[in-house]
């Protein structure tokens, strides 16, 4: 029997872009995932609150997602107190697909290069495999602590990976890179630039009708 293959993508998602969307669909198709769960994150515990409420971020994130094959908009992160751990919602995930699924969290590079601050990273390899998305604007060296972190576990296929259930290391560069970051499409926002074609319409719509992200 193969085992389920899984994926999270967490992120703050304010707002969810055609980068994300992209990259969960491209993601899905490379590593042959039945499911891209993407969690938005309550409190991110490395940046400070955003100014749009975690519940309108993650409506924000089902139009987006839509009717999109394999890909979720989880809200498991938003119904637990406190800051959001990666390691947490990995253990949920866990918990829901049994010891034998491939669980994987995914992550950008630029996230993936702060890792090592994370809280308790090794505890995330025990939970699932890492895959790293290549993100064309950031290519600074790994940090030491991370260079340790991740010792012994880099993996050079997708089938290596998903021989074990968790505790490898995966870098990918998905077909369409797009080099679309929330902060630039908020920057637009406020400054009353088009953000046209980097979100879907309906995120899009919903933004100028409720009035989000439009001030500084
Ligand atoms: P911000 O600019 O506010 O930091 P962001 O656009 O990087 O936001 P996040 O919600 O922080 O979005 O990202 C969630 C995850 O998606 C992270 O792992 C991040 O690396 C990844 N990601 C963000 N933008 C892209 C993109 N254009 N292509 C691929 N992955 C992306």
Known sequence: ?????????????????????????ELRELLSLDRVHMVAAGVP??????????????????????????LVADPRELRRDGPSFSADTLA????????????????GHDAFLRLADWHSPSRLFELAHLVVIDRPDFKAPLPAALVELIRGREVDGVETLFEAPSGGLLRVALPTR??????????????????????????EERIYERKLYLVQ
């Open 92 to 107: 949920s995930l866990r918990q829901e697909y049994g010891a034998e699924a491939r669980l994987v969290m995914a992550l």
């Open 1 to 25: 029997m193969t085992q389920r293959r899984v994926a999270m993508l967490g992120g703050t998602f304010d707002p969810v872009h055609l980068g994300h969307l992209r990259s969960a669909v």
């Open 178 to 203: 797009m080099a679309i970051s929330a902060t630039d499409v908020r920057h637009r926002l406020a400054s009353g630039a088009t953000v046209r074609y980097l979100l879907p319409e309906s995120v």
């Open 45 to 70: 515990p490395l940046r400070g609150e955003p100014r749009v409420t975690p519940e309108e971020r993650l409506e924000l994130l089902r139009l987006g997602i839509g009717d999109t094959p394999g």
